[in-house]
């Protein structure tokens, strides 16, 4: 079955304090990518990340605020929305999910202050509901840019951060954001490592999961 959205341009939603804020979301994109050979040789099965991104309008660009609470709620509901969405983008489970990865281009009217207001206090917890867990901190990028900004979201695996298999990164970019007051957020999930990883270290199969680390 497609996946359909039922989220609407002004996402209304409630903080744990009991405000109730609104922000706009200007569009989201599901991308998918899968990596079939490397270097002549067949990856079996193949390498497959989906990036689930959305454009925001951003309440706080133009002016400097102390408080950037808003933003970390709208991070915090970031987090469920596009986590669910890059997982049913992959078609996978999410107890499949194996890497995850978070980024924000800011416009010119914004700060980096407000892209790690969204990504760094609240938008991880929701985002490992929506992966079946997650003990190892979620990689992060950030950057102010114009139109057609890139950017590489970095990943790691989801319960050990030395996994080196699985140390990767996905380039997004959405053609026509960043515009000045808005800010794009990515979240990106893969259901493997890299294609033919060999450079040894912590294996998935000998991963514990409880520190975050191993």
Do not use: W
Request: charged share 20%; aromatic share 4%.
């Amino acid at each position: 079955m497609a996946f359909r959205p039922t989220y609407v341009h002004k996402q209304v939603f409630a903080s744990k304090q009991g405000v109730c804020l609104v922000y706009s979301i200007r569009k989201f994109l599901d991308i998918v990518e899968e990596t079939h050979t490397e270097a002549g040789r067949a990856v079996s099965p193949c390498v497959r990340k989906a990036a689930a991104i959305a454009v925001i309008e951003n309440p706080a660009a133009g002016l400097f605020t102390e408080d950037l609470s808003a933003l970390v709620e709208i991070g915090e509901s970031l987090g469920r929305l596009l986590g669910e969405r890059a997982v049913a983008a992959l078609g996978a489970d999410p107890g499949q999910i194996e890497s995850y990865g978070k980024a924000a281009i800011v416009g010119e009217n914004g700060e980096l202050e407000h892209a790690a207001a969204i990504l760094h206090p609240k938008l991880g917890a929701p985002l490992r509901v929506a992966v079946g867990g997650g003990a190892a901190l979620v990689p992060s990028a950030k950057k102010r840019g114009g139109l057609g900004a890139a950017i590489d979201v970095p990943l790691g695996h989801k319960n050990a951060a030395f996994v080196r298999s699985h140390f990767d990164a996905m380039e997004i970019r959405v053609a026509d954001a960043p515009r000045r007051n808005e800010i794009v957020v990515a979240v990106v999930v893969t259901d493997s490592g890299r294609p033919l990883p060999r450079i040894g270290g912590l294996t998935v199969a000998d991963v514990i999961g409880k520190d975050g680390l191993r």
